[in-house]
């Protein structure tokens, strides 16, 4: 095939009978299994939607926007792979619909078609297979996962070009996994099997034959189903495999391992590669077990009854509790909440967190959370807006600075605190010009950037390094005409960008825990490691914990 020449192996992932089936879990657990094997993996998801990126999606639809480190916005399942994987995902990791019918039409408008008539076949699955080529560059085995479930009409030309793929690159490079459910009727005590015979049906209506099944269950898959099922989709009984429901997703590796699935993969792709060694996942289950103290976090945001909203944040505590042996136990407030009934609603807390947002309704809640947290010496962890809060709150309340605010509530506030670089910086141009190559014209500060560390500061103990690269998503920055006054006041300015002189990191030092950052740490944070900035706050949390317990 044009374009190939490094001999990537390619797995598609498909999902059938019904979504949410985990998908993404899965399919990075496998990538984890392959790159323990000594494999270079690469991963790219295609979701069938119009939107051309996630950027513009509502987290009440779609959960967060991942960012990825050369700055494109992309679905949330990015994050899992991240979390998972070794491997960096990048704008080459993420198509929707959206953005293969905008590059076709781009070449049609610009006449690469000759006058061509343009058409779904072969224009379009010609430009999903170059993407899944060019996402593939460089990997031995490249994870491919196809967004929605079989028989979408969306996802038909996905499904069409990766069957296209399998031809034109010969079956012993491409394998098809295809996940789907086993339910279990408690009425007539049974599983049934039905549901994921018709779905490999589909598959196969469509020229597409699954090599391995992995059939989600809430318990075990008796041996007779197995046999049923490999015997009805012309699966071999061995690449039956189940998947069954967990407790901890770090299990999920192993358990699929205890399975022979990456055994199964490689033996496809003919590779030889050595054991597995999946300790590292073993030590993450061990320290879920043996964690000893809860801690109570609260989150003050505007999308409380949704956790896929904040997943990112909501993964890097919990890495960060495995880290301190603490268990964090989230409590979403709703900012418009603690903007009614005042800070109070925060008494009890181990620590408050004020994750990214945008938009006006309950900023002023997130201000009082922010005021909360640092007067009753409570640790404060603001990111993006939550550092933006956090410096409106000092500003105001510390520093006397009355009406300050952020020009992205406020049209004209007597205290321009917080506002884009056009309202206030001297070399605005040249730094949107710079971040505009960088997230290719977009308003927005994407992706990620050098952060220089003040030595002695709390932000220079927790990375224990000078200076760091973390990614970002947003417009306002803080405005430097207030940092003398701010810092004659006490705050201090512990994290500067490497190229534009702005604001990173601001910090309490009067305080036992109050940071606040511009970037979001929690799209680099990993269960293995952590991240230095959620496991000082976390280690704060437990501080404040476990004092309060001795208080009482
Ligand atoms: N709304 C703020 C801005 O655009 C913060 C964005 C964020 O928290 N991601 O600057």
Known sequence: MAGDAAGTRYIFVTGGVVSSLGKGIAAASLGALLESRGQRVSVIKLDPYLNVDAGTMSPFQHGEVYVTRDGAETDLDLGHYERFLKTRTSRLSNFTTGQIYNNVINKERRGDYLGGTVQVIPHITDEIKRCILEGGEGADICLVEIGGTVG??????????????????????????HLTLVPYIASSGEMKTKPTQHSAKELRSIGIQ????????????????????????????????????????????GLLQAQSLDALVLEHFDISAPNADLSNWAALVEARRTQDVTVKVAMVGKYVDLADAYKSVNEALSHAGLHTGTRVDIHYLDSETVER????????????????????????????????????????????????????????????????????????????VIALVTEWHDLAGDIQKRHAEVDLG???????????????????????????????????????????????????????????????????????????????????????????????????????????????
């Open 152 to 177: 979408d009409i969306e996802s038909l030309p996905f499904l069409e070009a990766i069957r296209q793929f399998a031809v034109e690159l010969g079956h012993h490079r491409v394998l098809f996994m």
């Open 210 to 253: 699954p090599d391995i099944l992995l059939c989600r269950v809430d318990r075990p898959l008796p041996e007779n189903e197995r046999r049923k099922i490999a015997l009805f989709t012309n699966v071999s009984e061995r690449a039956v495999i189940a998947c069954i429901d967990v407790d901890d997703i770090y299990k999920m590796p």
């Open 341 to 416: 009934d005042g800070g109070d609603c925060l008494a009890g807390m181990d620590a408050v967190l004020v994750p990214g947002g945008f938009g006006e309704r309950g900023i002023e809640g997130k201000i009082t959370a922010a005021r909360y947290a640092r007067m009753h010496n409570i640790p404060y962890f603001g990111i993006c807006l939550g550092m933006q809060v956090a410096c409106i709150e000092f500003a105001r309340d510390i520093a006397g600075l009355d009406g300050a605010h952020s020009t992205e509530f406020v049209a004209e506030p007597a205290h321009p």
């Open 442 to 552: 977009g308003t927005m500060r994407l992706g990620e950037q050098r952060c220089d560390l003040v030595a002695d500061t709390l932000a220079a103990r927790c990375y224990d390094a000078t200076q760091v690269f973390e990614r970002h998503r947003h417009r306002y920055e803080f405005n430097n005409h207030y940092r003398d006054v701010l810092a004659e006041k006490g705050l201090v300015f512990s994290g500067i960008s490497a190229e534009d002189n702005l604001v990173e990191i601001v910090e309490l030092p009067d305080h036992p825990w109050f940071l606040g950052c511009q970037f979001h740490p929690e799209f680099t944070s990993t269960p293995r490691s952590g991240h230095p900035l959620f496991i000082g706050f976390i280690a704060a949390a437990r501080a404040h914990c476990t004092a309060s317990a001795e208080a009482r």
